[in-house]
């Protein structure tokens, strides 16, 4: 099976610099992935990474180590519109195909003026 | 336009009733994917289909059944509706090659109670 973990809620200021953190446990890893959703919206992909790294795109940028099990994502110059969870998920490639992305619970983000 | 609609976006039943929810895609994607979120899960995958007639169960598919006779169209069947499935259920479609990294694209969602 897999296991994703992320923290259910954080707190930030307009302006400042947020990180978080997912970690995953999975067997046959193939990609993890950052989505955000706004309230009552669906989500909508924000970034991608498969290799060791930071993979940056704007003012969000997210960060994978394999052999740790561990990604962030981080986002800089908060915006008030930044309000809103960040959903975590991981692929993994069972050799029969692509298989849905499992997703983490979300993290729930509050931006304070 | 192009993009994944769902219909109904809203649907109130009865438990025991059969509920249809639709997804239909102009991307010609490949997969699809028939997701359910609940406070406290999070996303959850019910049923996933990589092709026309192919499809596979996810993590959570009792109760649901879904068909795929044509690569746009993707149907969700809840066939004797019960309490525990109120829920917002999402399409997504994705493709997958060298240059695409097989993110999810999804719909606007469909918000189901079941009474």
């Known amino acids: 099976g897999q296991n994703i973990d992320q923290p259910t809620e954080m707190t930030a200021t307009e302006g400042a610099i947020v990180q978080i953190n997912c970690t995953y446990q999975?067997?046959?890893?193939?990609?993890l992935f950052w989505y955000q959703q706004h309230a009552g919206e669906a989500p909508t992909f924000l970034s991608y990474?498969?290799?060791?790294g930071l993979e940056e795109k704007g003012r969000f940028s997210s960060f994978l180590s394999r052999s740790k099990g561990y990604s962030y994502l981080l986002l800089k110059e908060l915006q008030m519109k930044d309000s809103a969870s960040y959903l975590c998920a991981v692929r993994s490639y069972s050799g029969g195909g692509a298989d849905g992305l499992t997703f983490g619970k979300g993290t729930h983000l509050i931006i304070q003026p | 336009d192009a993009g994944i609609t769902q219909s109904p976006r809203y649907k109130i039943t009865e438990t025991g009733r059969q509920v249809t929810l639709m997804c239909h895609q102009t991307?010609?994607?490949?997969?699809m994917f028939w997701y359910r979120q609940d406070l406290g899960h999070g996303l959850r995958l019910i049923y996933y289909s990589a092709a026309a007639d192919i499809t596979d169960k996810g993590e959570v598919p009792d109760g649901y059944v879904v068909s795929r006779s044509k690569t746009e169209n993707f149907p969700l069947t809840l066939e004797s509706a019960t309490r525990s499935q109120t829920s917002v259920y999402f399409c997504a479609s994705s493709e997958l090659g060298q240059q695409f990294p097989g993110e999810l694209f999804f719909g606007e969602g469909s918000r189901l109670t079941v009474l």
């Open positions: 990474n498969v290799l060791d």
């Open positions: 991307w010609s994607h490949s997969y």
């Open positions: 999975t067997s046959g890893f193939n990609g």
